[in-house]
T-cell receptor, first 116, second 113 residues
Framework: EAQVTQNPRYLITVTGKKLTVTCSQN?????MSWYRQDPGLGLRQIYY???????DKGDVPEGYKVSRKEKRNFPLILESPSPNQTSLYFC???????????????FGQGTRLTVV | RKEVEQDPGPFNVPEGATVAFNCTYS??????FFWYRQDCRKEPKLLMS???SGNEDGRFTAQLNRASQYISLLIRDSKLSDSATYLC??????????????FGRGTQLTVWP
């Protein structure tokens, strides 16, 4: 089954304790990205990756790191989490665009992170 | 100015009603357009792409007006199961933002019996 898998689904952690949220896709997609979703603010892109070893900042990259060593995996790293990073996080993947039609993004089920 | 603007609602309509959502985008370089649906606390899922000529999928009709940078979604004969948040999404396919999606904040719809 084609899917994007995030882990963990729920996480409560303390300020400053490094954590990693994993994301894996089995569709051989080039493009992967991370979003956070907060009430009233919608989905905001944190980082994205066009392909292996190619990553770039999205709209809200501060406090986050990513890596793309393999095509299928795109982990999100919080080196020193703070309470303002409490949010719902989504990973997504998509194939390259096909002209003006664009492509569908497939999302993971989300990770609800609470930093206390 | 935000890349994609939507009326957040909420829209509360009875079953069988017709409801329309609107969305504007700020960047004329935007190349492709979508509506996604998101159920409470779940991941967004593609509802339909939006093509220049307009397109229909069952009870759902999407329209695009490039001159006004405006996208719409019409839902006819609303069902209880249509209750969700609808996200307007645009994609600039060229250059370094290839594949990057910009999301509106979403419009919340509740259909009541």
């Amino acid at each position: 089954e084609a899917q994007v898998t995030q882990n963990p689904r729920y996480l409560i952690t303390v300020t400053g304790k490094k954590l990693t949220v994993t994301c894996s896709q089995n569709m051989n997609h080039e493009y992967m990205s991370w979003y956070r979703q907060d009430p009233g603010l919608g989905l905001r892109q944190i980082y994205y990756s066009m392909n292996v070893e190619v990553t770039d900042k999205g709209d809200v990259p501060e406090g986050y790191k990513v890596s793309r060593k393999e095509k299928r995996n795109f982990p999100l790293i919080l080196e020193s989490p703070s309470p303002n990073q409490t949010s719902l996080y989504f990973c997504a993947s998509s194939p390259p665009g096909q002209g003006a039609r664009g492509t569908e993004a497939f999302f993971g089920q989300g990770t609800r992170l609470t930093v206390v | 100015r935000k890349e994609v603007e939507q009326d957040p609602g909420p829209f509360n309509v009875p079953e069988g009603a017709t409801v329309a959502f609107n969305c504007t985008y700020s960047n004329s370089a935007s190349q492709s357009f979508f509506w996604y649906r998101q159920d409470c606390r779940k991941e967004p899922k593609l509802l339909m792409s939006v093509y220049s000529s307009g397109n229909e999928d069952g009870r759902f009709t999407a329209q695009l007006n490039r001159a006004s940078q405006y996208i719409s979604l019409l839902i006819r004969d609303s069902k209880l199961s249509d209750s969700a948040t609808y996200l307007c999404v645009v994609n600039r396919d060229r250059g370094s933002t290839l594949g990057r999606l910009y999301f509106g904040r979403g419009t919340q719809l509740t259909v009541w019996p």
